[in-house]
């Protein structure tokens, strides 16, 4: 119940999202119309096809994408009959009439006396619209995209993606409420009835040509990146928390850190009880340790770390949790990693082993390729931290990045519960270097892109994705967060794989930081490849995995930072050029 509510806000917060934009002339069009039998069928119309394309889209493979494509271009023709209807209905009668009968019947559009909107036309309509809806995909519904990923076609990813979209549509539907009052003001007032309908089929037209030239993902999706991402986590924060249910003589939070000292009791903390920890069962293999039991915990505080190793969050984390599980290890804190694969690439046993040694992790870390951990905690996130006291309860949590001085004071809090007479000591501030340093958030204007089709967004090589086959692409000049390729490539579901040397990959971006997610051929063998930012060699704003000239080698699968601007964050026209062939290439992300 509790996603389901965190689905259907995170849909209402859309109303305030640039990406909502494209859409909005669909849904005003019908304005002054009988809500029941006009609005409320187009918003379920638009609702369900939503719901329906993005679970699909969330579990299927190329022939989804291949329907939906094909679904976009009808919608796109039935919408732009529509808005030329209200624009002129003279000027819709030259396109061929049984067409455009077709079309006024269906829509309702001509506004002419005596006819009468439908439900069934609207509920078209909004199916119509459905099919062009892309809306920024931030942190909610992130969350449920990613957990139909991990679990597979299921109701409850279709329930969580209705939700979702209702939450859109009732957020629309108030908004067309209120501008159905003001448009019907302005027709009693100042008799433009006429004229707001042909303003209305421009503002349609406008629309469905975003949307036919891509600027929906693109334009719209970049006026600002972080969007509505900062009340959606707040929803998703507030949701989560747990009332306190013992007084404190310390209190650890995820908001706050405050200290009263009593020292006539035995230290008790504030953190709630947010239940009884999971198992740790169902892990393929345990690194550094034989497998752990939660009866074998009893009486530790144990740190569990949700993580993936190519995942850019979670390596920005690692040097806390491994600063934490030295520092604490002789007061009782045991550190356990559960790295629960995003990529194929990362089930392979060997490839975690090799990051676990790369990132110095030392604690036992648990190999969740079947994600039965990650099931039995309801985790939906990477990093996510739980901490479980000594009688097996899980006491405390945080999702993501930061927060690290309160998620240490919850781990001093839990110790001193158990007998620690650790004194109080500064947080760790670990020496982090490389794709492990903090992120630059104010300059970030760049977000995570995917170049596997099932994921892919703001592609624009002129030649088009093409699905599962070698293809040529070529790119000129992207705009901000576009990308293209060039040379020959097979796009596949989760990676672009290089056919022929010196193919490209140009990514136009606005961040501190630009990694990638490479990974060698099948054959393992090492691929050369050659960086520039605006055309020429980084110099000083290379990455931990170049040098000054750009050069590198990708020599096995995982995440490379290839740029760290030196000087002022400013937009830059990223270029990656590869020398040898088989480079498979994942996904984008900054800091």
């Known amino acids: 119940m509790t996603l389901l509510i965190i689905a259907y806000l995170g849909g209402a917060l859309t ?85 455009v009968d077709f079309g006024n019947r269906l829509l ?13 036309s609207s509920f078209i309509l909004g199916v119509a619209t459905g099919l062009l809806w892309a809306p920024c995909a931030g942190p909610i519904l992130g969350i449920v995209l990613t957990g139909a990923a991990l679990n597979g076609a299921s109701l409850q990813t279709t329930f969580l993606l209705v939700a979702y979209a209702v939450g859109a549509a009732t957020s629309l539907a108030f908004a067309l409420l209120v ?29 469905v040509a975003v949307i036919a030239l891509g600027l929906d993902t693109g334009l719209l999706a970049r006026l600002s990146y972080t969007s509505t991402s900062s009340l959606e986590q707040a929803v998703l924060d507030r949701l989560h928390e747990k009332p306190a249910i013992e007084p404190s003589s310390e209190i650890a939070s995820n908001g706050m850190v405050s200290a009263v000292v009593d020292t006539t009791q035995p230290f008790r903390s504030n953190l709630p009880i947010e239940g009884r920890a999971p198992t740790l069962n169902g892990a393929v293999e345990w690194l550094n340790s034989p497998p752990l039991t939660t009866e074998q915990l009893r009486g530790k505080v144990v740190l569990v770390d949700f993580w993936t190793y190519s995942c850019i969050n979670c390596i920005r984390t690692v040097p806390y949790v491994r600063a934490w ?16 694969p995003e990529f194929a690439f990362e089930k392979k046993v060997e490839n975690v082993k090799k990051a676990v040694n790369d990132f110095k992790i030392g604690y036992p870390v648990a190999i969740d390729n079947d994600y039965k951990i990650w099931r039995a905690f309801e985790n939906s996130y990477w990093p996510a931290h739980y901490l479980i006291d000594a009688k097996g309860q899980i006491r405390y949590h945080h999702f993501g990045e930061g927060n690290y001085r309160q998620s240490e004071q919850a781990i001093q809090d839990l110790l001193r519960e158990v007998g620690s007479e650790m ?21 970030v204007r760049s977000g995570e892109t995917y170049l596997g089709y099932k994921r892919a967004a703001s592609f624009v090589s002129p030649e088009g994705l093409r699905i599962d086959a070698a293809n040529a692409y070529s790119i000129d000049e992207p705009g901000l967060n576009e990308w293209g390729l060039s040379g020959t490539w097979t796009v596949g579901a989760e990676q672009a794989v290089l056919d022929q040397a010196d193919g490209s990959i140009v990514y136009h971006f606005s961040a501190r930081d630009l990694h990638l997610v490479l990974g060698p051929s099948a054959a393992g063998k090492p691929i050369r490849f050659q960086v520039t930012i605006d055309g020429r060699a980084p110099g000083t ?13 990708v020599t096995s699968t995982k995440l490379y930072q290839l740029v760290r601007q030196s000087g002022d964050v400013e937009e830059r026209t990223f270029e990656i050029r590869f020398l040898d062939p088989g480079v498979e290439a994942y996904a984008f992300t900054f800091g």
Request: with cysteine; net charge positive; proline share 6%.
């Open 179 to 207: 501008g159905g009052k003001i448009f019907a003001g302005m027709k009693r007032s100042l008799g433009v009835s006429e004229r707001i309908r042909q303003v209305l089929g421009a503002a349609v037209l406008a629309g």
């Open 423 to 443: 004194g109080s000591t500064a947080p760790v501030t670990p020496d982090a270097k490389g794709a492990e340093a903090s992120p630059d958030l104010k300059n």
């Open 541 to 553: 704003s290379h990455g931990a995995d170049t040098d000054a000239d750009g050069y590198g080698t």
């Open 108 to 120: 309702n559009a001509s506004g002419k006396p005596g006819s009468v909107s439908t439900s069934t």
């Open 325 to 340: 599980a030295e520092k604490y290890k002789d007061q009782g804190l045991v550190v356990i990693g559960v790295h629960a």
């Open 15 to 99: 109303i305030f999202s640039p990406c909502i934009l494209p859409i909005l002339p669909f849904v005003f069009a019908r304005a002054g119309q009988p809500f029941i039998r006009s609005t409320l069928p187009m918003l379920i119309g638009m609702s369900v096809t939503f719901a329906l394309v993005a679970t699909l889209a969330a579990v299927g493979g190329s022939w989804v994408i291949h329907a939906n494509e094909y679904g976009r271009l009808a919608a796109i023709l039935l919408l732009a009959v529509f808005g030329v209807s209200l624009l002129s209905p003279r000027a819709a009668s030259i396109i061929t009439q049984p067409v």
